[in-house]
């Protein structure tokens, strides 16, 4: 699998609106971007530090992914992003090293990214998301 660079870090959070002035006010980073992606059911803000973006996850139903994690550990790291060239054949690489699979194929993601994810049961327990920027 060819990993380009860690591209972000998802971190569960209860509200954005309570977390972006952390992340602004005292980290000093700022807030460049803000979506909702409806079909995960989250609302995500992103911060660049140097190469690398945080992102928030924030839950937009009670039965999201978000907000079932924040339910069960708490806010917090949620998961690490890696880019790569291809999205699909990083999965099939993945899959063919028995490594259980959250995605079987690619979806869209926020800011556009072609993503899918590994099942932290396979990955010592750090969910893992593959991105690829088709735009690039």
Same mark, same amino acid.
């Given at each position: 699998?060819?990993?380009? !660079? +860690?591209?972000?870090?998802?971190?569960?959070?209860?509200? %954005?609106?309570?977390?972006? @002035?952390?992340?602004?006010?005292? +980290?000093? %980073?700022? &807030?460049?971007?803000?979506?909702?992606?409806?079909?995960?059911?989250?609302?995500?803000?992103?911060?660049? /530090? #140097?190469?690398?973006?945080?992102?928030?996850?924030?839950?937009?139903?009670?039965?999201?992914?978000?907000?079932?994690?924040?339910?069960?550990?708490? !806010?917090? /790291?949620?998961? %690490?992003?890696?880019?790569?060239?291809?999205?699909?054949?990083?999965?099939?690489?993945?899959?063919?090293?028995?490594? !259980?699979?959250?995605?079987?194929? @690619?979806?869209? #993601?926020?800011? #556009? +990214?072609?993503?899918?994810?590994?099942? @932290?049961?396979?990955? %010592?327990? /750090?969910?893992?998301?593959? &991105?690829?920027?088709?735009?690039?």
């Amino acid at each position: 699998m060819n990993i380009k !660079q +860690l591209e972000h870090i998802g971190i569960a959070v209860k509200s %954005l609106d309570e977390a972006i @002035p952390y992340w602004e006010n005292v +980290l000093g %980073l700022k &807030c460049y971007n803000v979506e909702e992606v409806a079909d995960q059911k989250v609302k995500t803000a992103f911060f660049k /530090v #140097g190469e690398i973006k945080i992102e928030l996850l924030e839950s937009t139903s009670e039965d999201g992914t978000i907000a079932k994690f924040i339910e069960k550990k708490g !806010q917090g /790291v949620h998961h %690490l992003a890696f880019a790569v060239d291809n999205v699909e054949n990083a999965l099939a690489e993945a899959e063919s090293k028995g490594v !259980q699979l959250i995605d079987k194929a @690619p979806r869209l #993601g926020a800011e #556009g +990214l072609s993503i899918a994810f590994l099942h @932290p049961k396979s990955t %010592l327990g /750090v969910l893992t998301e593959l &991105c690829e920027n088709k735009n690039k």
